[in-house]
């Protein structure tokens, strides 16, 4: 039975619960790309939003989503409770199986991965007990002892070498480390593709990943995959999104499925500077007085005076326009004096 589409009345009363005014702009921009064809010329594949916290980068992705939805895409939100490569194609995996398009193959070969990445800890720890002369690693060792006891564990890429372990890594320790993990494991695992899977667990999965993708981005019309907070996540993520959205040495991407990347600033320079042509970017900045007014106006705050000075307060930046909205003052005195829901403006 073919999905029902919701009415005009429906639309218009979700509008209206979720409070969502202005930007109509970037909505617009948003709703004519994903009409267009994916092959044609002007079909813009990669979106990135920026702008400073309370700006409404979130809602703005939050309401992209419900309209792809709306048009029958399939679409994945990601934020900055993602740590790794790994953990993103999971969570991409487990959200699309949420809509009926599960990654059977990436799913199997993923619960490979997990269970020999326990049997490589199992013999990381191993191979440490042993060159410490048996003695059990303890569990408050010091910063330099853990990195020695996990160093092959970030050769592995289970580790990411960012913020102060990056530091702490030296390169050639890691190599080394990887090298004796490596013996280790061609000792303990079944096979040489078992080794190379917990080796190089990105370059493995990934080829897959992609695969298990594109059979479900061909039973939708379009797929578009959300990643949040990114300045968090950028760091861990920047190079293989690069190489699944740019390159090709895992293989391709779908050429109906969009990558919008949401962050407080401009993306990393060393990383995507040869692409950045490609990229639409989405600046957004701090409400217009119309914008803010109409947002006022739907929380039922009109009178004048009470309008001027929630403007001045909130600078019209969104997450304070909300926020002060929130409260429904209905006189001068009582802006900002009753706590109201916070928006999630990020």
């Not at 790994?86 to 199986?97: N, P, Q, V, W, Y």
């Not at 993923?110 to 326990?118: G, I, P, S, V």
């Not at 390169?171 to 695992?189: F, I």
């Not at 995507?272 to 957004?284: A, C, F």
């Amino acid at each position: 039975m073919a999905e029902q589409r919701p009415s005009r009345q429906e639309l218009i009363r979700r509008r209206r619960q979720s409070g969502f005014v202005g930007r109509r702009n970037e909505m617009s921009a948003f709703r004519e790309n994903l009409a267009r064809d994916p092959l044609s010329d002007d079909y813009q594949f990669f979106f990135h939003v920026r702008g400073n916290a309370g700006v409404g980068k979130t809602s703005l992705l939050r309401q992209w989503e419900a309209v792809a939805r709306e048009q029958g895409a399939a679409t994945v939100y990601l934020d900055d409770g993602v740590h790794s490569v790994i953990e993103a194609m999971a969570d991409i995996g487990d959200r699309l199986g949420l809509q009926g398009l599960e990654l059977r193959l990436f799913g199997r070969l993923l619960a490979t991965f997990r269970q020999r990445e326990h049997e490589a800890q199992s013999a990381s720890a191993a191979q440490t007990a042993a060159e410490d002369g048996g003695a059990v690693p303890s569990p408050a060792a010091s910063l330099s002892a853990s990195v020695a006891a996990q160093v092959g564990l970030v050769g592995l890429g289970m580790v990411p070498v960012v913020g102060a372990l990056a530091g702490a890594v030296d390169p050639q320790q890691v190599a080394q480390g990887a090298d004796r993990l490596r013996a280790a494991l061609g000792t303990r695992l079944r096979s040489h593709d078992d080794v190379q899977l917990v080796m190089e667990p990105v370059r493995a999965l990934t080829p897959v990943f992609l695969e298990d993708l594109a059979e479900a981005a061909r039973r939708r019309p379009r797929m578009v995959l959300f990643f949040d907070v990114y300045e968090r996540t950028g760091p861990v993520l920047d190079e293989w999104l690069l190489d699944i959205a740019f390159g090709d040495i895992h293989g391709a991407l779908p050429a109906n499925v969009q990558i919008v990347l949401s962050g407080q600033g401009q993306l990393a320079a060393q990383s995507w500077s040869d692409w950045l042509d490609l990229i639409t970017e989405v600046p957004l900045e701090v409400f217009t007085e119309e914008e803010a007014r109409s947002l006022l106006t739907l929380r039922g705050v009109t009178d004048e005076r009470v309008v001027e000075i929630v403007l001045h307060l909130s600078g019209r930046l969104p997450v304070l326009v909300h926020t002060l909205a929130q409260a429904r003052p209905d006189s001068d005195g009582t802006v900002g004096t009753r706590p109201g829901r916070q928006w999630s403006g990020s």
